[in-house]
């Protein structure tokens, strides 16, 4: 397999990994960010359906069977191996593609042990060249599809690329049990070597999490005397981002935050709304890229919170900005993350009444 070595990207290379099969690691660091690679498929469907007809050529069929199979002898060896590709191969229109070096990016849950590294997507919706130099990782193709692989943690040489198979979004199941079900594959990253009941308090933590955050609309929108008292429920917002950002999954941090600023901009706090929305401005800028709508989006509203379109519509309160979320932000590395394993409202610190906020 060929170590990348061009100017565009960080040197890169596929190595086996102990209990892994193969997988990619950086020979120089690579600061968070960076397009690690874009890569066309070597070999490309248009969907499953279409493996059964495949002829591939020898060249081809030899590289297949070099993946790991977790598939029955039975099984077809090609469509077996095709089975676990699957995370690394969608497209906008289900097109499935196989990449010489993206398709060797092994996995790493999200977990309060760890999480990965990087992030792979499909390009193929993104119909120009990119024209950013500050945001490498915007990869736009004008012809053929790419994968593009980008680095969502500054990572040191020598040190494993990995991704999240299940992308960034939070999961509850037990992702030790989904992957082995729905890949095949048991998954040896630090979250799933603890003992199963760790894991399973990770994902009632984040069924929690999940109810909290499927009832915060309604909640924020209520406002007034039937509903929380908006301090309160801005300290609860904070509480569930630290509590999930310890759960790895730091990238919630941007929609929490939303959820934040839009409570302080319904009571008409500009500088407390405007901190919140900076996290999301950051988060985007990480996963979606600055030009991406959704990052022009929150650097607007971070700059001018007053243009949001329910501005004041709750009256006009102080609240707080991020007290202790702002740990999260997207500069900060992984071992400056904070672990908080006892949830929401079982750290002393949460209770403090008076806190100094940014
Ligand atoms: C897309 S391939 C990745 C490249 C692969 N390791 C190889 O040797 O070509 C996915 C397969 O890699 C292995 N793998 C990936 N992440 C893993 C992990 N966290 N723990 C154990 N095996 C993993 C599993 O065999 C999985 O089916």
Known sequence: MPT????????????????????VVALESIPKGTRILSEKPRIRLSDLRGIDSLSLSEDDLYFFLSFP??????????????????????????????????CRVNHTCYSPLGR???LYMWREDLKEESNSDR?????????????????????????????????????????????????????SCLGCLRPASARQKSVERIKDFRQFTDGLPARIALGGPLGDPPKSLLDSIEKYILMICAEGYVWQLGSCAHDAFQLCAFHGDADSASKWEALVRDSHEILQGADSPADQKSQKLAAFPKTFREWKVLGSQKLNGPCRANKYSHTSTQSQILVDRGGPGHSPQHRSANRHCI
Do not use: W
């Open 69 to 102: 199979s977790h598939g029955k002898d039975e099984e077809n060896p090609v469509q077996s191996r095709l089975k676990h590709f699957l995370p690394c191969v969608g497209s906008v229109d289900n097109a499935i593609g196989l990449f010489e070096t993206i």
């Open 4 to 23: 990348m070595a061009t100017s565009a990207f960080p040197l890169i290379k596929v190595v086996d990994i102990p209990g892994k099969g193969k997988g």
């Open 116 to 118: 990965p590294n990087a």
């Open 135 to 187: 945001y490498p990782y915007i990869f736009r193709t004008s012809s053929n599809a790419s994968s593009v692989l980008s680095a969502t943690e500054d990572i040191a040489a020598m040190e494993e690329i990995t991704v999240s198979y299940l992308q960034y979004n939070i999961h509850t199941e037990d992702p030790f049990i989904y992957l082995r079900r729905k890949f095949g594959f048991e998954c």
